[in-house]
């Protein structure tokens, strides 16, 4: 199982919210570039790059820090979401070097949009879930849709993404584990794989997706416990690698 490291980027500085509320920010580095070098260096197969700002404005607002992080890492696979809502925004961070672009709020409000972006940049597409009680959120977490995470899964499924990045937002950046059963039913639903995220803060939620990833779980993010030191990157992704047998 991949485990991935996540920098969520705020007025170019690389900070962790908690459950995305953008006045809830605790800046970890001035130097995002700095930051996936640390966690390059550490292991890291894949890096999950967040413009918080794009996000909340709907558009790139982070653009020039994620292209300088994709330049500088050329072989490392990168995701980048938040604010993607246009085809355009799409190319030009597929041609700054991104490998995957992760579209949440305008893939809940326009389905077509995901189907269109799947015919024409395919292998390149995932789509973001991020949500509560079973019901999807959009618009960086500040409304609730009245969608269902397993039906909107299965339209974007047979579009032709990916992957789909699960977050469960009541778990996110509270360090209270991850949740591993909604995780599971979502995977279960569909035949692509599922990349979980939110909640993961100790060995034991690694060992607890691995358990489970035959499920069709390829791997999670890690955010808040890689920068306060409750998870190690490398000794975290051994055990990944062990299938949580160490």
Known sequence: MLLIPAIDLKDGKCVRLRQGRMEDSTIFSDDPVAMAGRWVEAGARRLHLVDLNGAFAGQPVNAQVIGQIAKAFPDLPVQVGG????????????????????IGTKAVQEPHFINDLCLEYPGHIIVGLDAKDGRVATNGWSKLSKHNVIDLAQIFERDGVEAIVYTDIGRDGMMQG?????????????????????????????????????????????????????????????????????
Do not use: H, W
Request: hydrophobic share 45%.
């Open 83 to 102: 604010g993607i809502r246009d085809e355009e925004t799409v190319e030009t961070y597929l041609d700054a070097g991104v490998q995957f672009v992760i």
């Open 178 to 246: 991850v949740n591993v059963e909604a995780t599971v039913r979502l995977a279960q639903a569909i035949a692509i794989p599922v990349i979980a995220s939110g909640g993961v803060s100790t060995l034991d939620d690694v060992r607890a997706l691995c358990a489970v990833e035959k499920e069709g779980i390829m791997g999670a993010i890690i955010g808040r416990a890689l920068y306060e030191g409750g998870i190690d990157l490398a000794d975290a992704q051994r055990l990944a690698d062990t299938g949580g047998n160490p």
